[in-house]
């Protein structure tokens, strides 16, 4: 199971910092990401973690934006800084895993941020 926290509503240039609690999974062997979905938009990736602590970013959110995880909080975390506008979206946490052949993938509710003045 994976919970997010952390959205609502801030002005542009603002911060938040979302965080994903995980629970009944592996969650050091995980690799995480966070996605977001805009009103009539697909969801798109916006940055995920390894397991080895790699972390990468979307072009739009590079910068702005900073992945995290504390192993031992089974938890990951997106600091997100100088907001937009165009960052107002619902953001999903995921976590993934290939074992062998197969491919694991779980999903968060969804946390809203919305940025407006």
């Known amino acids: 199971q994976l919970v997010e926290s952390g959205g609502g509503l801030v002005q542009p240039g603002g911060s938040l910092r979302l965080s994903c609690a995980a629970s009944?999974?592996?969650?050091?062997?995980?690799?995480m990401g966070w996605y977001r979905q805009a009103p009539g938009k697909q969801r798109e990736w916006v940055a995920a973690?390894?397991?080895?602590?790699?972390?990468n970013y979307a072009d739009s959110v590079k910068g702005r934006f900073f992945i995290s995880r504390d192993n031992a909080k089974n938890t990951v975390y997106l600091q997100m800084n100088s907001l937009k506008p165009e960052d107002t979206a619902v953001y999903y946490c995921?976590?993934?895993?290939?074992?062998?052949?197969?491919?694991?993938?779980?999903w968060g509710q969804g946390t809203q941020v919305t940025v407006s003045s």
């Open positions: 973690i390894t397991s080895g602590g790699s972390a």
């Open positions: 009944g999974i592996h969650f050091s062997r995980y690799t």
């Open positions: 995921n976590a993934n895993i290939i074992e062998s052949v197969f491919e694991y993938s779980y």
